[in-house]
C-alpha cells in the first residue's frame, strides 16, 4: 500500500494503527528513502542506515502504518557514557506529522532492554530546527528533567563554514519512574 493512502486510511486516524518496533537489517533501504523524502534533514548514505538497521537496532526503532515506514529514530549508548542515549536523528515523514510519532519512537527505545541504564538523553540541534527544539523540551518536561544547551560543533570550527552550529541538548538526569508515568 502506498503511504498517501495508508495515512488516509480510516485505520490511520488513531494512534493504535501505528506499529513501532526494532529495525531489522532488510529495513535499510527503507530507512534511506524516508530520510531522503524530508527535505530538510541530512541524508547519511545507505550503508549508514543498514549498519544502524543491524549493529545498532536497539537503539534505534521504525514507526510503520500498513507497513510503509512513516517515521524513524536512530541513536546510540556512547561507550563512555552507558546511562546516555544519544538520538542522532529523527525523521517524520510530513504526513504523519502531529501525530505524537517522534515522542513515542522516543519513548519506545527508552523501554527496552538495551536503554534500560539509560538516565540521560542527549541530541544535537540547529537553532533554527524549531520542530526538534520542541520535541526535546517536550521530552524534559515529560520525564520531569532539566534539559541544557550549549555550542558542540560549531559553524567554522567544526563545518568550515558549511553547516550551521550544532547545540548538544542535554537531559537528565531523569529517573525511570518519571519514565513510566510519561508512557
Given amino acids: ?19 513501532f518496533r526494532k529495525p531489522k537489517k532488510a529495513d535499510g533501504a527503507k530507512v534511506w528513502n524516508l ?28 514507526a510503520e502504518l500498513d507497513g510503509e515506514p512513516v517515521g524513524w529514530i536512530s541513536g546510540y549508548r556512547p561507550p563512555e557514557s552507558p546511562d546516555t542515549l544519544f538520538v542522532w536523528q529523527v525523521a517524520v ?12 519512537l522516543i519513548r519506545e527505545l ?3 532492554p538495551e536503554c534500560r541504564q539509560v538516565r540521560h538523553i542527549h541530541s544535537t540541534i540547529t537553532r533554527d530546527n524549531k520542530a526538534s527544539w520542541a520535541l526535546f523540551r517536550a521530552i524534559a518536561d515529560d520525564l520531569d528533567a532539566p534539559m541544557a544547551d550549549d555550542a558542540h560543533f560549531e ?29
Fill in 35 to 62: 530520510i531522503k523524502s524530508i527535505e530538510k534533514l541530512d541524508d547519511n548514505s545507505m550503508y549508514c542506515n543498514l549498519l544502524q538497521c543491524s549493529h545498532f537496532a536497539g537503539t534505534c526503532a521504525l
Fill in 155 to 183: 559553524r567554522e570550527t567544526h563545518f568550515g563554514g558549511a553547516h550551521a552550529t550544532e547545540h548538544l541538548v542535554e537531559i537528565g538526569p531523569f529517573d525511570r519512574i518519571a519514565l513510566q508515568s510519561a508512557a
Fill in 93 to 104: 515523514h510530513p504526513d504523519a506529522r502531529g501525530r505524537g510519532v517522534a515522542k513515542r
Fill in 110 to 112: 527508552l523501554q527496552r
Fill in 1 to 19: 500500500m502506498q503511504l498517501e493512502t495508508a495515512l488516509k486510511s480510516p485505520k490511520a486516524r488513531t494512534a493504535g494503527a501505528l506499529r
